[in-house]
């Protein structure tokens, strides 16, 4: 049974740092290739990093150069470390191996005001 817990959430002003943790429970993260997605308000899920088990990484536009998608893998859990926050980066965050088709987590919320 696979289990994806988010956090690290809140509420930061732009400019600032958020570290998002995913522990992950019945996957391994790093036997997996391993994504950070976001939902905002009216818009559709998207894409923002993936980790690969290779340690390739992969950055939407939007967060390249700011963000950082890491794992511990003794701790079986994906980091998504967030710097330069920007208002459009206000989203429901989530965590999943790309290759999972299974149910989504509850997410941790991001808010950056301006």
């Known amino acids: 049974q696979v289990q994806l817990v988010e956090s690290g959430g809140g509420l930061v002003q732009a400019g600032g740092s958020l570290r998002l943790s995913c522990a992950a429970s019945g996957v391994s993260v790093s036997k997996n290739a391993m994504g950070w997605y976001r939902q905002a308000p009216g818009r559709e899920r998207e894409l923002v990093a993936t980790?690969?088990?290779?340690?390739?990484?992969y950055y939407a536009d939007s967060v390249k150069g700011r963000c950082t998608i890491s794992r511990d893998n003794a701790k079986n859990t994906l980091y998504l470390q967030m710097n330069v926050l920007k208002s459009e980066d206000t989203a429901v965050y989530y965590c999943?191996?790309?290759?999972?088709?299974?149910?989504w987590g509850m997410g941790t919320q991001v808010t950056v005001s301006s």
């Open positions: 980790l690969f088990v290779s340690g390739s990484t």
């Open positions: 999943k191996p790309a290759d999972y088709s299974g149910s």
